[in-house]
Nanobody, 113 residues
Framework: QVQLVESGGGLVQAGGSLRLSCAAS?????MGWYRQAPGNQRELVAT???????NYADSVKGRFTISRDNVKNTVYLQMNGLKPEDTAVYYC??????????WGQGTQVTVSS
């Protein structure tokens, strides 16, 4: 079992920045962030493996940066140049190397125009 504790999020104006953090209770293969806006399916934002390999959604490339502290078992999402369409509940995800997923409780990000 893996527990995930998220922090960050909130309300910001368009063009602003926010940083999300997610601490896992133990080391795990991959960590990342997904988001879900009202009426939409949950979608990938960015992921990072314990080896540092990253993957980003096209919609956030160049604006968001995912990073990871393997000592603290914590993943960060630096979000710059935020747009109203980035408004969603952001969920931390961790995945074992055999494909089992764990999820955080979600944190709201709201970008005003």
């Amino acid at each position: 079992q893996v527990q995930l504790v998220e922090s960050g999020g909130g309300l910001v104006q368009a063009g602003g920045s926010l940083r999300l953090s997610c601490a896992a209770s133990r080391s795990i293969f991959a960590m990342g962030w997904y988001r879900q806006a009202p009426g939409n399916q949950r979608e990938l934002v960015a992921t990072i493996t314990n080896g540092g390999r990253t993957n980003y959604a096209d919609s956030v490339k160049g604006r968001f940066t995912i990073s990871r502290d393997n000592v603290k078992n914590t993943v960060y999402l630096q979000m710059n140049g935020l747009k109203p369409e980035d408004t969603a509940v952001y969920y931390c995800n961790s995945r074992t190397n055999w494909g089992k997923d764990y999820w955080g409780q979600g944190t709201q990000v709201t970008v005003s125009s």
